[in-house]
């Protein structure tokens, strides 16, 4: 079994000429940097699709405080369900995400960069340490970045603890500062108050990536994909009921039934876009666009064949929340709680409708009223499944 | 615990300590390293991290309650965790599952008497085109069956002993490309 053996499709990071993208932005100024990746209108590739160049500009405009440095941190925490991307990325393109940051690094004026890799990703940490080592020694890392007198930065490796919250940037930033993975309140935001209060840009591993091949061929390469809201290509974790399952490169705005073709999932009953936090798409709206503004996705895509329970997969999510929920605010860690109770009446058979409808309107007040992204869509799963699939859950016999 | 070995787990903390910084946010490192060396963090060890950083020892254990990785009780030596993530259960993980249970003789959330082997479910382990995912300690396995279980422990059962202070493995079946 080969750990980055899981590419389907070629990827753009294939044919990008290393370095190119860093050494097209060491003859640039800081601003037309972050004037390019905001052309290109690259949204962040984690899942949220904030923009990239309009992070950076307030980073960029953002006053470091005393004594301190503004910083980069790739978001390697990939928790959300279904999701492997970056592992591959990692794997094999270890060198275009430091090549990213980098860039990052000189766009912003930042000193220091981190890359937060989850601990279910350990095994790839010998090979990080060796390729930042090799970049050092390159003189792609360190004093004096590519020969630019006074461009200083290096990258270290922090390992994560096992919380899928922390993939949230400032859940992230206090497992950074060495807390628990608590999100925290927002405004300030990371650009302005980040790790130890100082300026930081936290993007994702893809992200990064992209950020290279941009800088190589341009904003207009990139942005000539996509559609008007959802630039570029997209890498995609597909897995579940397919013959392919893998990572496929593709770009944003292809259909699901378009997507289920490619990766032999036809006669599929349901896909989840989105991992545990995203939304089931139903057979009857596979002419649905994976983008920003339709069924969006950071890389999750599951593929529910026609023979499965509606009711498991409901259960499977609903558990997955209740055990990563942080516990900070009442709507997520109490209401996960109630909404997997309410999937175990379901599987006895003992929900009225009256009840079901409360659970949806639970469902409403978690996605307004929690604090993080996190609590905001633990119940998307869950309402599009009773939403679509209420007669296959409702009415069940007790199990003999 | 006996005096002894409280003494060498304090001089383990300081060496750690001195290793990492006393900063917080050296503290999960601190934490991570600790327990690869002594398989858990026990409250006593805590109590002395606390101390050389400086902080409440419920500060320490509030932390070490949080992540998944560090989470008390004793975990053992050999750490199995089980992805229990929608894409590995289409391909079996429940049946995985029993047979841990079965072989190893504990539920999940437990560890052997003996404190070689945990048992713990994982919330998604990213190898959802390659599951049922397993991860021991720093390997991982992908495409397990029940029938490979008992291959797994008893490779653990192999390296214990000699290599128990390296808790383990850090390569990747087949390489990383």
Redesign the interface.
């Known amino acids: ?6 590419k389907r499709t070629p990827l753009t990071f294939d044919s990008v000429e290393p370095e190119s993208g860093l050494r097209a932005a060491l003859a640039m100024g800081r601003a037309d940097i972050i004037g390019e990746i905001g052309a290109s209108n690259l949204r962040g590739r984690g899942g949220a699709g904030f923009p990239t160049g309009t992070k950076w500009n307030l980073a960029a405009a953002a006053r470091v405080r005393a004594g301190g440095a503004k910083y980069v941190v790739c978001n390697a925490d ?7 991307k ?2 591959v990325l990692l ?2 393109h270890a060198d275009m995400v430091f090549e990213g940051m980098t860039i990052a690094a000189r766009a912003i004026g930042a000193a220091i960069g981190i890359l937060y890799l ?7 940490r ?2 990080l340490e060796a390729v930042l080592a090799r970049r050092r020694d390159e003189h792609l890392l360190g004093a004096d970045i590519g020969g630019l007198a006074g461009f200083t930065f290096d990258i270290h490796v ?7 919250v922390c993939g949230e940037e400032t859940a992230l930033i206090e ?7 608590e999100p925290r309140n927002r405004p300030p935001f990371p650009v302005d108050t980040g790790f ?1 209060g100082q300026p930081t840009v936290v993007n994702n591993v893809e992200t990064f990536a992209w950020v290279v091949c941009i800088l190589s061929r341009g904003a207009g390469w990139f942005k000539a994909t996509g559609t008007g809201k959802s630039a570029g290509y997209k890498l995609l ?5 397919c013959r392919e ?3 496929y490169e593709a770009p944003l705005g292809l259909t699901v039934a378009e997507l289920l073709a490619r990766v032999g999932g036809e006669g599929a009953k349901a896909v ?1 876009v989105g991992g545990a936090s995203g939304v089931c798409v139903p057979a009857s709206e596979f002419g649905r666009r994976i983008a920003f503004e339709d069924a969006s996705t950071g890389g999750s895509i ?1 593929v529910i ?1 026609p023979d ?1 329970d509606m009711l ?2 409901a259960r ?2 609903m ?2 929340f209740v ?2 929920s ?1 516990g900070q605010c009442t709507p997520c860690r109490a209401g996960n709680a109630k909404l997997l109770e309410g999937v175990e009446r379901l599987e006895r058979g003992e929900c009225s409708t009256g009840h079901l409808q409360e659970l949806l309107a639970l469902a409403e007040t978690m996605q307004l009223a929690s604090k993080c992204g996190l609590g905001q869509s633990s119940s998307n799963a869950f309402v599009s499944i009773v939403r679509h699939f209420r007669n296959e859950i409702m009415g069940r016999a007790l199990a003999h | 615990m006996l005096v002894g070995q409280q003494q060498r787990l304090q001089d383990d903390i300081r060496e750690i300590v001195a290793q990492l910084g006393r ?7 601190v ?2 390293e600790l327990q690869k060396r002594h398989a858990t963090v026990s409250d006593f060890a805590m109590q002395v991290v606390a101390d050389e950083l400086g902080l409440h020892p419920a500060e320490v254990y ?2 070490t309650s ?6 008390q009780p004793a975990q053992g030596r050999f750490v199995f ?1 089980l992805c ?4 590995c ?2 391909e079996g993980k429940s049946r995985v599952a029993r047979q841990l249970e079965n072989d190893l003789g504990i539920g999940f959330g437990q560890a052997t008497p003996d404190g070689r082997f945990g048992l713990e ?11 049922p995912a397993l ?1 021991v300690n ?3 396995y ?2 397990v069956t029940p029938e490979r279980v008992h291959e797994i422990i008893d490779e653990c059962r192999r390296t214990f002993g000699a290599h128990a202070r390296q808790a383990g493995h ?8």
């Open positions: 079994m080969m750990i980055a053996d899981s990939e928790g959300e369900p279904g999701t492997f970056d592992r794997a094999a989850r601990s279910e990703y350990v095994y790839l010998p090979h922090h390992m994560g603890a096992g919380a899928y497992s950074l500062e060495g807390y628990r993975g130890q974790s597909v897995s579940g009921d399952p893998g990572v989840q599951i064949g499965r498991a997969v499977n999510f558990e997955f055990e990563e942080c | 900063d917080r946010s050296a503290l999960i490192p934490l991570q509030g932390v949080f992540y998944a990785f560090l989470r965790r229990r993530t929608l894409s259960e289409f479910w994982a919330s998604c382990l990213g190898l959802c085109d390659q599951g991860l720093e390997r991982v992908t495409r850090s390569q990747v079946e087949g390489g990383l490309s």
